[in-house]
């Protein structure tokens, strides 16, 4: 297991490198220069020149890559915004808690609501109620996020007055946001759920489960269900991880200062250094959730797990059978 | 089971004499068809979409407003008789500009996914036929861009294109490849080795026909299911893209960027918010359940 371990963390490595490379090529390409974007309108040719000499903007793509690759991986650092001149970095962790906070109680509703409807319709499927829910569950994937926030806006800040429309100044104002963000994700976590469900209540080991006479609750929550749940976790992982990209509509809809709002910030500013210091930070969270899932994937499903401890033991036998024939 | 409960209704009421209707060979197109027939939601949405093109195509012609006629007497009027949907900020009519916007969001749609499917079952298609040096290039490629979450990827992407309708559909597009090259991949892979592909060898097919004929069907099938959900998926993405400034421009009455301008009325002027995403709602939902009913005929694990 550790082998895996170890295996999937080394693999991490030439990614991060990979995403960091692909993204400076890409801001490369970005039209316009950062030397008059940071001066601004008013700037002179020998102003411009000068920033541009200070920044390295004048050397060739590979030696801005190097130097630009060394900042990243050797001093973790993202380089300054054009626009305000302050580290991209320490703005992006200044940032990060508000939207960790959205992306994780969106995962933890999600699931929390998702999976008990997903197998509730895959109990009673084909039956009304299973229809009816996996057609509202429907309605809920389909339905813009920033729509159903701008809609619960409407319902519970603007015509009740409950809640608060706009700012993260404590938990109630995370209410909204965390209910619209979700609502896709319930819908999307119970059909996955039911299919999951479904699937494994046909197999073999519930059919003789339910021939042994196990009463059917245990059938479904001690056979049917762990098992089910494997592919859910990987799902539920990657929702996770898209969320902490995903919530910058969000954001965007409720004024919430996290990473999502800065980045759509920086871009109307063309500010370019902001943007590519908070895409990498994104996809780098991502990648480190993603690794994670797998490695809980991993540790839950024993056949990831038997293929990594049976290696060993099939050089055992092996050795043995020549001993034998020998 | 709808299908067979529907044909034994109707079986029913003709006295039961007629035998059920003979499907087409399973996973043919025209199975995937009469399936899709069978499923009420999928025909509603089949419907539903065909009824919004046609709407989008005809609408300068039967509506008595256009939508880009501004009218400041009219600024913000709610719903009534003159104009059904109310009118925005300018007093554009708000019909006629969500049926002129269909055409943005079902052809960005339509596009986007075009791009990315031709794309992405091409590199799929070369990696898990050649296998070797090709395998490993382009999947270490997929492995960086998958490791973005799908609209940050169409974010950054448009962050570098700029706005506007045409790279939108890029954006979005290229955004898309990883998914499709990654099943289409797997799906080679797995046919690669099946023995249909062996007899075929064995009786002496040459290799060009073993792809075309025996291999390219049988892994493209599967992905019909993903185009049609990939295209709702790309209908929100592209909606959401607007929403927050890139994509399609505000005169152009993109639903998105519809929702983007009247956002600043929602207090007075709610309705200006409720159409525009109801639609987008519709099309992506439509979408949905027309890939739900593909994936019930094509997969046979989950019929029951």
Known sequence: MSKYVLKRVLLMIPILIGVAIMIFTLMFFVPGDPAEIILGNAATEAQVIAVREQLGLNQPYIVRLGSFLKELFFHGSFGNSYIYGTDVGTELMSRFPKT?????????????????????????????????????SMVGVSMPNFWLALMLVLLFSLKLGWLPSSGAKGWQYYILPVLANALGGIAGIARLTRSSMLEVIRADYVTTARAKGVPEHSVIYKHALPNALIPIITICGGRFGGQLGGTMVIETVFSIPGI??????SINNRDYNAVQGSVLYIAFTFGVVMLLVDLIYAYVDPRI?????????????????????? | MPDTAVKMSKG??????????????????????????????????????CVMIILSILS???????YSTIDMTSA??????EHLFGCDELGRDILARILYGARYTLSVGFLSVAISATLGIALGAAAGYFGGIVDQIVMRFLDIMAAFPQLLLAIAISAVLGTGFDKCIYALGISGIPHFARMMRANILTIRGQEFVEAATSINCSKLRIILRHVIPNAIAPLIV???MSIAGAGLA?????FIGLGVQPPAPEWGAMLASARNYIRLYPHMIMFPGLFIMISVLSFNLIGDAIRDALDPKLKD
């Open chain 2, 226 to 228: 993903e185009v049609s």
């Open chain 2, 12 to 49: 029913a009421k003709r006295g039961g004499q007629r035998p059920p209707k003979k499907l087409a060979r399973t996973g043919s197109a025209l199975y995937v068809w009469q399936r899709i027939c069978q499923n009420p939601l999928a025909l509603a949405g089949v419907i539903a979409i």
């Open chain 1, 305 to 326: 797990k038997a293929q990594y401890e049976g290696q060993s033991k099939k050089r055992v036998k092996k050795v043995k059978g020549v001993g034998a024939g020998a």
């Open chain 1, 100 to 136: 960790l906070a959205l992306a994780a109680f969106s995962i933890l509703l999600s699931t929390v609501i998702g999976i008990p409807l997903g197998i509730r319709a895959a109990t009673h499927a084909n039956r009304a109620e299973d229809r009816v829910s996996m057609f509202i």
């Open chain 2, 76 to 81: 913000c009027a709610t719903p009534s008789a």
């Open chain 1, 260 to 265: 999502g709002a800065y980045l759509i910030n």
């Open chain 2, 60 to 66: 300068p012609f039967f509506l008595k407003y256009d």
């Open chain 2, 238 to 242: 592209a909606s959401s893209l607007s």
